[in-house]
C-alpha cells in the first residue's frame, strides 16, 4: 500500500485513501471493505470521512449504516484508477532507472558459477551493469562483502555470520578430458588424482580454488595454461595432452567431440558452491534467489 502524499489545490491527498475507495467500489458495502482490508468498521468509516473532506465535495450518499456512491463519488473511482496506475508506473521507471545507475559487483572464488549464472543474473537486471572478481581466497571475498565491496558472492564455505544468508547454487565435479587411445582409457569409470600425477595437462589460466586443488594433489604434473578459452580449445584439439572440464559445461562435447570424459573420484575433485549476501538485501535481490536452483 502506498504511503505517498499527492499535493492538490486544495491540501493534501494521502493516496492510501484513494486505494481504500476502490476497495469499497469493488465490495459494495462497509462490513465487506473491512473485512477485506482487516480494518474495522468505524476505522472504515472514518477514513471515508476524511476522504470527503480532503477533496472537500460529497462522494457519498449516507444512509443509516450504509454508504453508497454517488455521481462524484463514481468519477472519483475512475480518477483514481487512472492515478494510482500512473503512480505504479512512475515506480516501476524510477526502479529501472535506480537499475540503470547501479553496478551490481560479484565475486567468484571459481569459475563455474560465473558460468552458470552470468546470463541468468544479467536477464533480471537488463539496465545494470555486471561486474564480476575473481578471487581464490574466500575469506577475503566474505570481507569484501562486509565491507560492502560485494553486492553477493560464490563461494564453497558456508558463511558463520547470521549477517548473512544463504543457498545451495551449484556442485561441480572435475573430469579430465583425453583422446580415446591414451593410457587413462582404462580408468574411463573413474580416475583419482594419485593415478593422474606426474602427467602434463592443458587448462584456462583462470580457475580460481581449482588451482590449489590440483596443486595439492598431482604435486608431480605441470599445467600449460592459457588466457583465452578459444586459444586452449584449438590448443587442446592439436594436441594429445589431456585437459580439464567439468559437469557445468554443456559445450565440453561440442568443443572436444573426439575425446572422452572421464569423472575424477576423489573428494576434492567435487565442490559444492553457495551464492551469499547480506540479509538486508535479500529482497532486492529476491526474484533471482528464487530462479536460483542447484546445478549438478
Not at 537488463?126 to 574466500?138: L, V
Not at 544468508?165 to 591414451?182: G, N, R
Not at 594419485?194 to 602427467?199: L, S, V, W
Amino acid at each position: 500500500m502506498y504511503c505517498a502524499i499527492l499535493k492538490m489545490n486544495r491540501g493534501s491527498m494521502d493516496l492510501h485513501l484513494l486505494e481504500i475507495l476502490l476497495a469499497f467500489k469493488k465490495y459494495g458495502t462497509l462490513s465487506s471493505t473491512a473485512e477485506a482490508l482487516h480494518i474495522s468498521q468505524p476505522t472504515l468509516t472514518r477514513n471515508m470521512q476524511t476522504l470527503e473532506e480532503e477533496v472537500d465535495v460529497p462522494v457519498f450518499i449516507h444512509g443509516k449504516n450504509t454508504l453508497k456512491l454517488n455521481e462524484t463519488g463514481e468519477f472519483l473511482v475512475k480518477e483514481s484508477e487512472k492515478l494510482l496506475h500512473s503512480y505504479e508506473v512512475m515506480l516501476q521507471q524510477l526502479h529501472l532507472l535506480d537499475d540503470s545507475l547501479r553496478v551490481i559487483h560479484i565475486g567468484c572464488s571459481a569459475p563455474g558459477p560465473k558460468s552458470v549464472y552470468e546470463t541468468v543474473i544479467q536477464s533480471h537486471y537488463p539496465t545494470s551493469k555486471i561486474d564480476w572478481t575473481s578471487n581464490e581466497n574466500e575469506t577475503e571475498l566474505l570481507e569484501g562483502l562486509q565491507k560492502h565491496t560485494f553486492d553477493f558472492i560464490f563461494i564453497q564455505k558456508q558463511p558463520l555470520s547470521k549477517e548473512f544468508y544463504s543457498k545451495s547454487c551449484l556442485k561441480e565435479q572435475l573430469f579430465t578430458c583425453v583422446e580415446k587411445d591414451h593410457p587413462f582409457i582404462k580408468y574411463k569409470d573413474g580416475i583419482t588424482f594419485e593415478q593422474m600425477d606426474g602427467y602434463t595437462y592443458l587448462q584456462i589460466e583462470d580457475v580460481g580454488i581449482w588451482k590449489d586443488i590440483k596443486a595439492k594433489n598431482i604435486p608431480h604434473s605441470k599445467i600449460i595454461t592459457q588466457k583465452d578459452r578459444e586459444d586452449l580449445t584449438t590448443l587442446v584439439n592439436s594436441s594429445s595432452l589431456p585437459c580439464f572440464v567439468s559437469n557445468i559445461s554443456n559445450e565440453n562435447y561440442r568443443k572436444y567431440p573426439n575425446r572422452i570424459r572421464i569423472p575424477i573420484i576423489d573428494p576434492d575433485a567435487t565442490r559444492e558452491f553457495q551464492i551469499v549476501l547480506p540479509k538486508k538485501s535479500t529482497s532486492r535481490f529476491s526474484k533471482l534467489l528464487t530462479d536460483i536452483k542447484l546445478v549438478k
